[in-house]
């Protein structure tokens, strides 16, 4: 967590930490005023130091409370509609944790690129929710990271963890992303209540 920085979102009213890599995607293109997504800046020459890549995003979005009072029926709605959003094949959960007031998953999926077979790629959803019943607003935290064919390692050690549901196969940079989304959902906080009025 020494590679974070603390994080204002939403002007403010919430702030959390993300890897000071990670710029803005405002600053490069229009983003649903629900959401805060961030890109991954380093490039290929710098030294790594966190474990990630070069090709991750987060993207923290702030959702209608669904109607389910279990909460891992609830991350499982709202996966359903991230990998729906990305025309995916379908998805496989490999690990799931639950902790006192969020739960967190990695789940891989094989989405197409605007709809066509071949240009399909691999991505793991490292996504924790927050559930906030007194805004009946769903936090949820995604941090992206595809997976290259070009990387055959990396790729094969994906297929492993989700054939065999085993988070022990993860590939070190999916290990380090879901990390990053661990620390962000920690340090998660609401600072101004009126964002959600």
């Not at 769903?138 to 094969?156: G, K, N, Q």
């Not at 879901?178 to 620390?183: E, I, K, R, W």
Request: charged share 25%; with cysteine.
């Amino acid at each position: 967590m020494s590679s974070w920085i603390k994080q204002e979102l939403y002007g403010g009213a919430i702030t959390t930490v993300i890897p000071k890599t990670f710029l803005d995607a405002s600053m490069l293109r229009q983003v649903p005023d629900t959401q805060e997504v961030f890109v991954n800046s380093r490039r290929t020459d710098e030294p790594t130091s966190d474990n990630l890549g070069f090709n991750e995003s987060i993207i923290v979005d702030l959702l209608q409370r669904v109607d389910e009072t279990d909460d891992r029926k609830a991350l499982e709605v709202h996966l359903e509609e991230v990998t729906s959003l990305d025309e995916s094949s379908g998805h496989t959960i490999v690990t799931y944790n639950q902790q006192d007031n969020w739960q967190s998953c990695v789940a891989v999926e094989t989405a197409y690129k605007w709809g066509k077979e071949s240009l399909k790629e691999t991505v793991v959803l490292c996504l924790g929710l927050l559930r906030l019943a007194e805004f009946e607003t769903d936090v949820l935290i995604s941090v992206l990271v595809p997976i290259s064919s070009d990387d055959e390692a990396e790729h094969s050690a994906m297929e492993h963890a989700a054939t065999t549901k085993s988070s022990e196969a993860l590939p070190p940079r999916v290990v380090a992303a879901y990390g990053l989304l661990q620390d962000m959902m920690k340090a998660f906080k609401v600072e101004d209540p009126s964002l959600f009025a």
